[in-house]
């Protein structure tokens, strides 16, 4: 594999995640259903956001959160997302560079703000996620920059941004540009409210051989493949992805590649605090095996590790040194 300037590039959700612990009665109150994920409009966020309590802002984003994770262990990592020139953009664009991960995406004014997720975590360390994309969603195929995509090993998409036409035919020209360039291309489905009328635009990506490696969790390759079980859903995903790699919670992760299916246990931890970014670290933990040339069972492994460490605090970043837990 010819060298390249990144082992990753990730193209997402530009999302500041603002994270507050409430109770079982606050959801029941604003109609949440508990772990559940849901879009919302500019107001109806501005109305929850100053229903919650005291809160934390980060950068986040499902495929932002993968790339602070790689970095954190070591790999060089790059972000392409749109934000707003707003006060959020800011703080999006200062966390994700401070962390290590290059991110030049210029900001749009577009009447958007920046997309925000309003994560409300409850005492039995379920999240419940309220997104309200903003300015993410405007992300346009001229704002790639086409020799990062082509200097970068893996390039990186996930599910929620595959929906709107003008980010996901960004994503789909950035598949393009990669594997003229000989990369790999990695997809996450992300949530499973992601596949509510997007099954024909994944499989059609996957049947035509535009994902190498996809990430999923257990319902999610269920709901896409309409298979009964797991082994139904592989067999059936299995055909058209050289690296399957299907999360399963405390059950561990299952990957099928070349044929041959591996099952990983997860890593146990003290403490279960809060899930969010625990897929998105799962992935990072893979990337960064993978990249460095280690086999599926070290992929699985640095995977399980990194989904660990970030489950046992609040938030999607790891705060723990995970490059010496990984010990890539």
């Known amino acids: 594999m010819p060298s390249h300037r990144f082992d990753v590039l990730a193209m997402g959700d530009a999302i500041v995640d603002v994270i507050a612990t409430c109770d079982d009665d606050f959801l029941r109150t604003h109609d949440l259903p508990k772990g559940s994920m849901q879009l919302l409009e500019p107001e109806a966020a501005d109305q929850l956001y100053a229903a919650m309590g005291s809160a934390r802002e980060t950068s986040g984003g499902s495929a932002a959160n993968s790339m602070a994770g790689l970095a954190a262990m070591g790999a060089r990592a790059a972000f392409i997302g749109q934000v707003a020139g707003d006060q959020l953009g800011s703080i999006f664009a200062h966390d994700m560079r401070a962390l290590g991960v290059a991110f030049d995406t210029p900001p749009i004014d577009a009447g958007l703000p920046t997309g925000r997720c309003l994560i409300l975590v409850?005492?039995?360390?379920?999240?419940?996620?309220?997104?309200?994309?903003?300015?993410?969603h405007r992300l346009a195929p001229d704002a790639l920059d086409e020799a990062l995509i082509r200097d970068?090993?893996?390039?990186?998409?996930?599910?929620?941004?595959?929906?709107?036409?003008?980010?996901?035919?960004?994503?789909?020209?950035?598949?393009?540009?990669?594997?003229?360039?000989?990369?790999?291309?990695?997809?996450?489905?992300?949530?499973?409210?992601?596949?509510?009328?997007?099954?024909?635009?994944?499989?059609?990506?996957?049947?035509?051989?535009?994902?190498?490696?996809l990430f999923a969790?257990?319902?999610?390759?269920?709901?896409?493949?309409?298979?009964?079980?797991?082994?139904?859903?592989?067999?059936?995903?299995?055909?058209?992805?050289?690296?399957?790699?299907?999360?399963?919670?405390?059950?561990?992760?299952?990957?099928?590649?070349?044929?041959?299916?591996?099952?990983?246990p997860a890593v146990p931890v003290?403490?279960?605090?809060?899930?969010?970014?625990?897929?998105?670290?799962?992935?990072?933990?893979?990337?960064?095996?993978?990249?460095?040339?280690?086999?599926?069972?070290?992929?699985?492994?640095t995977g399980a590790i990194a989904a660990a460490e970030v489950i046992s605090h609040f938030g999607a970043r790891p705060l723990a040194d995970l490059k010496e837990l990984v010990k890539l």
């Open 152 to 213: 970068s090993a893996v390039l990186m998409l996930e599910g929620y941004l595959f929906g709107p036409e003008l980010p996901r035919a960004a994503q789909l020209r950035a598949v393009e540009i990669a594997h003229a360039a000989g990369n790999q291309v990695a997809f996450t489905l992300s949530e499973s409210v992601c596949l509510a009328g997007r099954k024909d635009g994944f499989m059609g990506l996957i049947e035509s051989g535009g994902v190498d490696l």
């Open 270 to 301: 003290q403490q279960l605090v809060d899930t969010t970014g625990a897929g998105d670290l799962f992935a990072a933990g893979v990337l960064a095996a993978r990249t460095k040339g280690y086999g599926i069972d070290r992929q699985l492994l």
């Open 217 to 264: 969790n257990q319902d999610e390759v269920c709901q896409l493949t309409g298979a009964a079980d797991l082994d139904g859903a592989l067999a059936s995903l299995g055909r058209h992805v050289p690296t399957l790699i299907v999360t399963r919670g405390a059950a561990g992760a299952t990957a099928v590649e070349a044929g041959e299916r591996t099952d990983h």
């Open 122 to 136: 409850t005492p039995d360390a379920q999240r419940t996620m309220n997104t309200c994309p903003g300015a993410s």
